[in-house]
């Protein structure tokens, strides 16, 4: 080996990239930047076969959809996200309901007061409501109760907890 001259070694450049790289990638890990497995990518990884060619047909947006779907109809009311801003709208689906069935969708407080106008929702052929609730301005920040139910529930409302923010 050579000793160094203090010179640039321009027959090394990989080694110059390398060290960057992994420079980099200690600052995003140590940062908790570190990238999060997507679901399903096994199954479509296996689906490319030993060559890395696709067995079969790979479509990722309909993958994409069935795993977005799945989420907002896992449960009778789920909010499109945890917290929100007062005075917008706020998209709410669920699923397992009775096909046909007359869902009201509510908003209320933690001491039971409802919030807004709340809105109605009628499940599709899979047994899928989808609606939106308007969050009134002025709605002060604070944990609330989404709550969906029909006037035939013997056990009650179907809730999830949201967050509401005031501006």
Request: with cysteine.
């Amino acid at each position: 080996m050579e000793a160094s001259t203090g010179e640039s070694d321009e027959r090394y450049p990989v080694k110059k990239t390398v060290l960057a790289v992994v420079l980099t990638a200690a600052a995003l890990l140590s940062a908790g930047c570190a990238s999060e497995p997507i679901p399903g990518a096994i199954v479509q990884q296996e689906a490319q076969g030993k060559a890395g060619q696709a067995a079969g047909p790979v479509d990722a947006m309909a993958s994409a959809k069935a795993r977005i779907e799945a989420k907002a109809y896992a449960s009778p009311v789920v909010a499109e996200h945890e917290s929100m801003m007062a005075g917008q709208d706020w998209t709410v689906t669920g699923g397992g309901w009775t096909p046909g069935a007359a869902v009201t969708v509510t908003l209320t407080s933690a001491d039971g007061t409802a919030v807004g106008t709340g809105a109605k929702a009628v499940a599709d052929a899979e047994g899928h409501i989808d609606s939106v609730i308007t969050i009134p301005e002025g709605t002060a920040t604070g944990t609330y109760t989404l709550a969906a139910a029909t006037p035939t529930d013997t056990k009650g409302a179907h809730t999830a907890k949201v967050n509401i923010f005031s501006s």
